[in-house]
């Protein structure tokens, strides 16, 4: 009897999600727990996974459909691997290339909708791409490694144009080529993260007073305490290495308790005021910005915060952030100036009304004690919604984070 495959049931703040990419095609063989399907919603991708080995009999929901919470997906035969297998046998005897062993009506019959897809895009010969699937199949992986090594193994086809100085064909293989002159445009939807993102941005955008305070921090106190303790550090704590991202964070949480109008938040007309720092750090996923949160990060040590914050990085990049990794959330720290950003305004994450912004630590003369000394400075930002922090509150909390950092002690001793 058929298994069904369902989409995952999604909590509430997620209206829908939309089919991503197909791991797996009918007919397809299937271990347990291999992945099947990738589902990408508002917030995060969700992965699906098969129940038990069998082979995928039917897949009622297409990439690029939006799909509901528990909507039926695939139907699973369980323990019938072995009648997937002949199909993709009897084909070596056409008259293919002694390389690859398959024509291009082979390769367009033994590619998935999303490696299609691209072959379409870049006018590709499916012919000419090596399949890793089973039996042979081309994967959406195989298509973008070919479209890699294009440069590389087409050196003869290039003397239509001269390439102009600097510009490489692995920047832009997305781009088809073309004469001399010609102005090429692509247009792709806009998947649904980075429409969800767009959306929330303009939400805090017009539906909070939102202003930005700046000041600037000497990060030489910091850094010759990283410099002096950072091996050490990362041989107790278990390979955790010793960043800057966790003394904001602790910085933040001990400034926050100082003026709690900055962790608190606005429900219609109530003030909700927040007795826990729930720091939410923003983060770099390939579908955008997330921002995960660090839960009741005033507790968390030194090590455990950026252990966590190591830890959000890597799963946002491969897409593994759950729901509940990004719900919730009292405040803010982003840091631009791991992207080279000298200052910038951040825009606040609602319902929260405060955000920090690091950015890059350039050397600057600043006058210390009547003489110029050169300093390792950084520009903070704190946005803030002004309708519940005053300009005063705000100040005074982002000296408060620039004290603790200039004087990292303090931190651990809470003045």
């Not at 951040?346 to 110029?372: C, F, S, W, Y």
């Amino acid at each position: 009897m058929a298994i069904e495959i369902k989409a995952p049931s999604f909590p509430e703040s997620v209206a829908d999600g939309e089919i991503a990419t197909w791991h797996k095609q009918e007919g397809e063989s299937v271990s347990r727990d291999e992945l099947i399907v990738e589902i990408e919603t508002d917030k995060v991708v969700m992965e699906v996974v098969a129940p038990e080995d069998g082979v995928i009999s039917k897949i009622h929901a297409a990439e690029g459909e939006t799909i509901q919470s528990e909507q039926l997906l695939a139907l699973l035969e369980p323990g019938a691997a072995a009648s997937a297998q002949p199909a993709s046998e009897p084909a070596p005897a056409k008259g293919a290339d002694t390389a690859g062993g398959k024509d291009a009506d082979d390769a367009e019959g033994l590619m998935g909708p999303a490696a299609r897809q691209l072959v379409e895009e870049h006018k590709l010969d499916a012919a000419s791409i090596s399949g890793t699937g089973k039996g042979g199949r081309i994967t959406k992986e195989d298509v973008l490694a070919h479209l890699k090594n294009k440069p590389a193994a087409a050196p003869a086809a290039a003397p239509a144009a001269p390439a102009k100085p600097g510009a490489s064909e692995d920047t832009m293989p997305q781009v088809p080529a073309g004469p001399t002159g010609e102005r090429i445009e692509k247009r792709v939807p806009m998947t649904r993260m980075r429409a969800r993102i767009a959306e929330r941005l303009l939400e805090a955008t017009h539906g909070t007073a939102m202003l930005t305070t700046f000041n600037e921090v000497n990060m030489a106190p910091v850094m010759a305490l990283r410099e002096k303790y950072k091996e050490q550090f990362e041989k107790v704590h278990n390979g955790t290495r010793l960043g800057f991202m966790g003394f904001f964070v602790k910085a933040c949480c001990e400034a926050l308790k100082r003026f709690p109008e900055v962790n608190a938040s606005i429900d219609g007309t109530d003030v909700v005021y927040h007795g826990y720092q729930d720091i939410g750090v923003a983060v770099s996923a390939p579908g955008g910005l997330v921002v995960p949160v660090l839960r009741d990060a005033d507790f968390m040590s030194l090590a455990d915060v950026e252990a966590a914050i190591r830890d959000l990085s890597l799963r946002a990049r491969d897409s593994k952030l759950t729901i509940d990794d990004m719900t919730g959330g009292t405040f803010t720290v982003t840091n631009g100036g791991v992207f080279g950003s000298l200052m910038s305004t951040p825009i606040l994450n609602p319902p929260q009304t405060g955000i920090l912004g690091m950015h890059k630590i350039q050397e600057r003369p600043m006058a210390v004690d009547g003489e110029v000394v050169i300093l390792p400075m950084m520009y903070l930002a704190l946005s803030y919604d002004h309708r519940l922090i005053d300009g005063k509150t705000a100040v005074q909390f982002l000296v408060a984070v620039k004290d603790l950092i200039e004087d990292p002690a303090r931190i651990l001793l809470q003045l």
